[in-house]
């Protein structure tokens, strides 16, 4: 499976269908229509190259990816950011923790990076589902989306596969063999999840809690995340 090719199309394609969610509300904010409902209307008739990211995270509910990943240039800025936060993590625990060069998704070889892709997936499928609001039909148009973006019928069963699975933080974080891997699994879904929602803050914490992440190190994805932001 080529999950490195889909994972990269999905966060910047997401840069259009920002461009045109925030055209959209512009253009609709004096009728009153609903900006959402507009891009909903892309789904199945290929308006929207960034529909199945729409879909998927959610962006009836008003989920903020668009101004997170998506603004820092999709998967090789991620790989960027976990590697700073593991970075630093490293060098605040001289001494106590393994000083080896962080090996995040951004600076490995084509089979290991993929690897960490589909966990990285992996881990955004749980996130979109951690408020609980992907129904059938929103699979099956997310399923429309991702066949455009990948005719590897593999990765297309493995996707809707996952997205039927019943939430478990544990069955995610299995995904991870390794810390780095771990840290991109867990920066991935902060970067996704509202935190402000019960339900998708208590995931999150559950997600980091399984994946074995050191506080600190926990502490430190937070911080990067937050800083990015406020770049």
């Not at 960027?80 to 962080?102: F, I, M, R, S």
Request: with cysteine.
């Amino acid at each position: 499976m080529n999950t490195k090719a889909l994972l990269d199309q999905l966060l910047k394609a997401g840069s259009d269908l920002m461009q045109q969610k925030s055209a959209s509300q512009h253009s609709h904010k004096s009728s009153g229509s609903s900006s959402v409902g507009h891009l909903m209307s892309g789904f199945g008739g290929g308006a929207l190259s960034g529909g199945a990211l729409a879909m998927l995270l959610g962006s009836k509910k008003g989920r903020s990816l668009g101004g997170k990943v998506i603004t820092y240039g999709g998967l090789a800025a991620l790989g960027l950011l976990a590697y700073k936060a593991y970075g630093n993590w490293q060098q605040q625990n001289k001494g106590t923790v393994d000083q080896h060069e962080p090996q995040t998704v951004d600076r490995l070889p084509a089979p290991q990076a993929e690897q960490h892709c589909h966990a990285i997936l992996k881990a955004l499928i749980g996130a979109a589902k951690a408020d609980g609001h992907i129904d059938q039909q929103e699979r099956q148009l997310i399923d429309s989306e991702i066949a455009k973006l990948t005719s590897d019928f593999s990765l297309q069963r493995w996707f809707d596969q996952e997205l039927a699975k019943p939430l478990d933080p544990a069955d995610v974080a299995s995904a991870a063999t390794t810390e780095e891997m771990a840290a991109e699994m867990y920066l991935a879904s902060l970067l996704v999840i509202n935190e402000q929602n019960y339900m998708e803050g208590a995931y999150l914490q559950e997600l980091a809690r399984q994946l074995k992440l050191p506080p600190e190190l926990k502490a430190e994805l937070d911080f990067q995340a937050k800083q990015a932001l406020a770049a």
